[in-house]
């Protein structure tokens, strides 16, 4: 049998199952299953699901809308993990119920430090100055 890989490594079925269990988890979040104060006031976002290569481990990268309490709702989750895992396994068929690992998604921050490092006045100059040498050379 032929495994086929993604670029980053990673096996099409490894993905395929991780976009599985972050659909089951969106939608026990999004429709309250979870009898939880904190994850009921909250809205939360699960980014991305990383299944270990035997799938019965996966990393749960979430986010708190516009990041509100991120903490409090990472203990939430964390608190909630056994009645989460085992409704993600009645809904996501695999041979085992994936043990989940819920960490906060620090992706929206390091794309927000790197959009702020390319608005500094510093790079602005040189990005227009490079532009501006491009379009001479062009011209003649």
């Known amino acids: ?40 006031s909250h809205l939360v976002s699960v980014t991305e699901v990383r299944m ?20 409090a709702v990472l203990k939430a989750l964390r608190t909630n993990t056994a009645f989460l895992q085992s409704d993600v396994a009645r809904r996501v068929n695999t041979k085992y119920a994936a043990k989940l690992k819920f960490l906060l998604d620090a992706s929206f921050d390091e794309g927000s430090h790197i959009d702020g490092l390319l608005r500094a006045p510093k790079v602005a100059q040189d990005l227009e100055n490079e532009a501006g040498e491009s379009l001479a050379e062009g011209d003649s």
């Not at 270990?52 to 903490?71: C, I, K, Q, W, Y």
């Open 52 to 71: 270990s290569p035997d799938l019965r481990h996966a990393t749960v990268f979430v986010m708190p809308l516009l990041g509100a309490n991120a903490e």
């Open 1 to 40: 049998m032929r495994r086929v890989e993604t670029s980053e490594g990673r096996s099409v079925r490894l993905l395929r199952v991780g976009e599985q269990v972050r659909h089951a988890l969106s939608a026990i979040l999004m429709r309250g299953d979870v009898h939880d104060e904190v994850l009921a």
